[in-house]
Nanobody, 120 residues
Framework: QVQVVESGGGLVQPGGSLRLSCETS????????MGWYRQAPGNQRALVAG???????LYVDSVKGRFAVSRDNVKNTVYLQMNNLKPEDTAVYLC??????????????WGQGTQVTVSS
């Protein structure tokens, strides 16, 4: 069974930075694609950034130039560096990972999320 846990959230002032991590545990052979999503109260969950196995990245327009997604294929960990944070970035951030277990079974898992609050 594969599990993912997000960390790194917190309270930060506008203009500040945070680095989120998405760590995997369990029988992971490889991660193919992953996405960082966020969900604010009253809003639907929305994709923020994604990264493919080959390292290709995509970002929603509102975070381009401020957020950067990266991955460590040895640690099977994915990161989201968030700079110049704005109050509208406040949300629960969740990661979604897709990949293959060592038993050659595909997985598609979600973490529980980490709260990011941007406020003065």
């Amino acid at each position: 069974q594969v599990q993912v846990v997000e960390s790194g959230g917190g309270l930060v002032q506008p203009g500040g930075s945070l680095r989120l991590s998405c760590e995997t545990s369990g029988s992971v052979s490889s991660i193919s694609a992953m996405g960082w999503y966020r969900q604010a109260p009253g809003n639907q969950r929305a994709l923020v950034a994604g990264i493919s196995r080959e390292g290709r990245t995509l970002y929603v327009d509102s975070v381009k130039g401020r957020f950067a997604v990266s991955r460590d294929n040895v640690k099977n960990t994915v990161y989201l560096q968030m700079n110049n944070l704005k109050p509208e970035d406040t949300a629960v951030y969740l990661c979604n990972l897709m990949g293959l277990t060592r038993e050659l079974v595909n997985f598609d898992v979600w973490g529980q999320g980490t709260q990011v609050t941007v406020s003065s």
